[in-house]
């Protein structure tokens, strides 16, 4: 083996798991590539190429700690900041994510909803192309994203309830063939932290808690709601301190966890302990994660220079969660700076060219039916007799 394919197969020695450099750098491609892709996508919302646009930028490597916990057999319920997560599970991938932002209606190019939803929402099929139910147990699920904040928590409790009730149930045991296996299935949700302030949220927290059912909750917590800082609108300005009173004390009740947004480790190794837990011992938790980014600000629709103070727009470069994985891959020796960089130019022009090709399939049976609309005026036109007017004679594009 080469001296590359050694650090390459190396297992890092920091870490609670086996986990290899070469399963760190291919966790960092995807998270660069993430990256790129919301940024192009912010660009094509802008030109006109897309109506609207909100993406999972400053997420990313929390996303990536999260797929590493998911199994298959689980479940998702959450919102537009998790395509990362999505990409990693192979749930979606970026050809549909662009898909979805143009909103292609093919169901072969966005297989999600058909191009009719806002961008970023996220779902896969539970049907087979005879309509007879897919083997969740063998899949990565996800139900379908809502718009409306908090919308999804309901049914995150609903998944987690459905794994309770095939352990505990035994009228479910001859059942469980291809919906569960023993209910070892964990329901997975994510939430920003502003939208911890909705009732549907409380409502769920608190009847998972008294249900004692397998749900992890992850909270992205970049201190922002839109333009509202935390402290205007959390108890306490945490949401993991506001909901201290669940956490088990010998009895019922949650596991609370806080880590960093930026600590690919960390990060990893918290998902890894805590979704082990609730697999085993259906006891619910929450993860508080912190001290994330929104480089972009909250969608297309704003500017956060507009409302962040300067030590803010500081803190979200110097906090970027994709650049302190790159100084601490080139720290502990996983890649140097000139490998990284090789990574990122490749992975930039392979995202461009997905997205390229996204757009002219996305627009091909548009020109196609432009096209025969042009041709059948011509042609009545032709037969009528009657001259098209001249592209001189008027405004706009000549037929």
Known sequence: ????????????????????????????????????????GRAEVLRGNATFGIFGDGKEVANLAMARAFKPGDWRAGYYRDQTFMWATGMSNV???FAQLYGDTNLEHEPAHGGRHMGNHFATRFLDESGEFRRSVDMANSSSDVSN?????????????????????????SAQDGFSRDGNEVAFGTIGDAST?????????????????????SVWDD????????????????????????????GPGYEIRVVKGWDYLGLVDAYATISDRVRREHVPALLHVVEMTQPQGHSTSGSHERYKTKERLAFEIEADPIRRMREWMIRED?????????????????????????????????????????????AAASEAKVP??????RDGPPL
Do not use: C
């Not at 750098?25 to 790129?36: G, I």
């Not at 402290?231 to 669940?246: C, D, F, P, V, Y």
């Open 1 to 40: 083996m080469t001296a590359e394919g050694d650090r390459l197969a190396k297992t890092l020695p920091h870490s609670k798991l086996p986990l290899s450099t070469q399963a760190v750098l291919a966790d960092y491609r995807l998270a660069y590539s993430s990256r790129r892709a919301s940024v192009i």
């Open 95 to 97: 050809r549909e994510f």
């Open 149 to 173: 904040v908090a919308g999804w928590m309901p049914r995150l409790l609903g998944l987690a309830y459905a794994s309770k009730l095939y352990r505990d149930n035994p009228q479910l045991k």
């Open 197 to 217: 302030s909705e009732g549907l949220f409380w409502e769920a927290v608190n009847a998972a808690g008294v249900l004692q059912v397998p749900l992890l909750i």
């Open 223 to 250: 201190g922002y709601g839109i333009s509202v800082p935390n402290e205007l609108q959390t108890t306490k300005s945490s949401i993991s301190a506001a909901l201290a009173g669940l956490r088990r004390d010998g």
């Open 334 to 378: 996983i890649a140097d700076a000139a490998t990284l960089d090789e990574y990122e130019r490749s992975d930039r022009s392979e995202i461009e060219r997905i997205r390229e090709r996204a757009w002219e399939i996305f627009q091909d049976p548009i020109r196609r039916e432009r096209d025969e609309v042009v041709a059948l005026v011509v």
């Open 388 to 393: 098209l007017v001249s592209s001189h004679d």
